[in-house]
Nanobody, 124 residues
Framework: QVQLVESGGGLVQAGGSLRLSCAASGRTFSKYAMGWFRQAPGKERDFVATISWSGASTDYADSVKGRFTISRDNAKNTVYLQMNSLKPEDTAVYYC?????????????????WGQGTQVTVSS
Protein backbone atom coordinates (compact mmCIF):
# COMPACT_ATOMS: atom_id res chain seq x y z
CA GLN A 1 0.00 0.00 0.00
CA VAL A 2 1.35 3.39 -1.00
CA GLN A 3 1.77 5.85 1.83
CA LEU A 4 2.86 9.48 1.70
CA VAL A 5 3.53 11.37 4.91
CA GLU A 6 4.14 15.13 4.87
CA SER A 7 5.89 17.07 7.60
CA GLY A 8 7.44 20.46 8.20
CA GLY A 9 4.42 22.70 8.14
CA GLY A 10 3.78 25.36 10.75
CA LEU A 11 3.30 29.03 11.50
CA VAL A 12 5.79 31.52 10.09
CA GLN A 13 5.90 35.28 9.60
CA ALA A 14 5.77 36.81 6.16
CA GLY A 15 9.21 36.75 4.58
CA GLY A 16 10.19 33.62 6.44
CA SER A 17 11.00 30.12 5.23
CA LEU A 18 9.80 26.58 5.72
CA ARG A 19 10.92 23.24 4.35
CA LEU A 20 8.30 20.58 3.76
CA SER A 21 9.18 16.91 3.49
CA CYS A 22 7.20 14.00 2.13
CA ALA A 23 8.29 10.45 2.90
CA ALA A 24 6.99 7.78 0.55
CA SER A 25 6.62 4.03 0.97
CA GLY A 26 4.88 1.14 -0.72
CA ARG A 27 6.08 1.55 -4.29
CA THR A 28 9.28 2.15 -6.24
CA PHE A 29 9.56 5.83 -5.44
CA SER A 30 12.34 6.58 -7.91
CA LYS A 31 10.29 5.59 -10.98
CA TYR A 32 7.60 8.27 -10.69
CA ALA A 33 7.15 12.00 -10.74
CA MET A 34 6.20 13.73 -7.51
CA GLY A 35 4.24 16.89 -6.92
CA TRP A 36 3.18 19.40 -4.31
CA PHE A 37 -0.28 20.94 -4.29
CA ARG A 38 -2.02 23.27 -1.87
CA GLN A 39 -5.55 24.02 -0.83
CA ALA A 40 -6.73 27.15 0.96
CA PRO A 41 -10.10 27.22 2.76
CA GLY A 42 -12.97 27.37 0.29
CA LYS A 43 -10.69 26.99 -2.72
CA GLU A 44 -9.65 24.30 -5.15
CA ARG A 45 -6.53 22.21 -4.64
CA ASP A 46 -3.94 23.94 -6.82
CA PHE A 47 -0.67 22.86 -8.34
CA VAL A 48 2.50 24.19 -6.69
CA ALA A 49 5.48 22.23 -8.00
CA THR A 50 6.44 18.98 -9.69
CA ILE A 51 9.64 17.02 -10.21
CA SER A 52 10.47 14.19 -12.60
CA TRP A 53 11.57 10.73 -11.51
CA SER A 54 15.25 11.62 -11.71
CA GLY A 55 14.97 15.15 -10.40
CA ALA A 56 16.34 16.56 -13.66
CA SER A 57 13.11 18.32 -14.60
CA THR A 58 10.94 20.59 -12.46
CA ASP A 59 8.00 22.91 -12.99
CA TYR A 60 6.34 25.51 -10.78
CA ALA A 61 3.17 27.51 -10.53
CA ASP A 62 3.77 31.12 -11.54
CA SER A 63 2.82 32.27 -8.05
CA VAL A 64 5.77 30.46 -6.44
CA LYS A 65 8.47 30.67 -9.12
CA GLY A 66 11.69 32.07 -7.72
CA ARG A 67 10.58 31.48 -4.12
CA PHE A 68 9.93 27.73 -3.86
CA THR A 69 12.24 24.85 -4.81
CA ILE A 70 11.24 21.22 -5.17
CA SER A 71 13.83 18.47 -4.83
CA ARG A 72 14.00 14.76 -4.16
CA ASP A 73 16.30 12.19 -2.62
CA ASN A 74 15.52 8.82 -4.19
CA ALA A 75 17.81 7.03 -1.76
CA LYS A 76 15.60 8.29 1.09
CA ASN A 77 12.28 8.03 -0.79
CA THR A 78 11.64 11.65 0.11
CA VAL A 79 10.60 14.77 -1.77
CA TYR A 80 11.10 18.27 -0.38
CA LEU A 81 9.63 21.71 -0.90
CA GLN A 82 11.82 24.59 0.20
CA MET A 83 9.66 27.68 0.61
CA ASN A 84 11.33 31.08 0.93
CA SER A 85 9.99 34.63 1.06
CA LEU A 86 6.65 33.33 2.24
CA LYS A 87 3.56 35.49 1.86
CA PRO A 88 0.19 35.38 3.65
CA GLU A 89 -1.39 34.16 0.42
CA ASP A 90 0.76 31.01 0.67
CA THR A 91 -1.34 29.94 3.65
CA ALA A 92 -2.92 26.57 2.86
CA VAL A 93 -2.80 22.86 3.51
CA TYR A 94 0.05 21.46 1.43
CA TYR A 95 -0.22 17.98 -0.06
CA CYS A 96 2.38 15.83 -1.73
CA UNK A 97 1.37 13.34 -4.39
CA UNK A 98 2.89 10.70 -6.61
CA UNK A 99 2.06 10.33 -10.28
CA UNK A 100 1.73 7.27 -12.47
CA UNK A 101 4.01 9.11 -14.93
CA UNK A 102 7.77 9.54 -14.81
CA UNK A 103 8.03 13.08 -16.15
CA UNK A 104 7.07 16.24 -14.27
CA UNK A 105 3.37 17.01 -14.65
CA UNK A 106 1.31 19.90 -13.27
CA UNK A 107 -2.13 18.33 -13.71
CA UNK A 108 -3.85 17.13 -10.56
CA UNK A 109 -5.55 14.27 -12.41
CA UNK A 110 -2.15 12.75 -13.26
CA UNK A 111 -1.51 11.98 -9.60
CA UNK A 112 -2.80 8.77 -8.08
CA UNK A 113 -1.70 8.79 -4.44
CA TRP A 114 -1.90 11.65 -1.96
CA GLY A 115 -0.65 12.42 1.51
CA GLN A 116 -2.81 13.67 4.35
CA GLY A 117 -1.50 17.24 4.09
CA THR A 118 0.39 19.62 6.35
CA GLN A 119 -0.80 23.08 7.35
CA VAL A 120 1.27 26.12 6.45
CA THR A 121 0.20 29.43 7.94
CA VAL A 122 1.95 32.68 7.07
CA SER A 123 1.15 35.67 9.26
CA SER A 124 1.42 39.25 8.04
Amino acid sequence: QVQLVESGGGLVQAGGSLRLSCAASGRTFSKYAMGWFRQAPGKERDFVATISWSGASTDYADSVKGRFTISRDNAKNTVYLQMNSLKPEDTAVYYCATSYLAFAVPRRNDYTYWGQGTQVTVSS
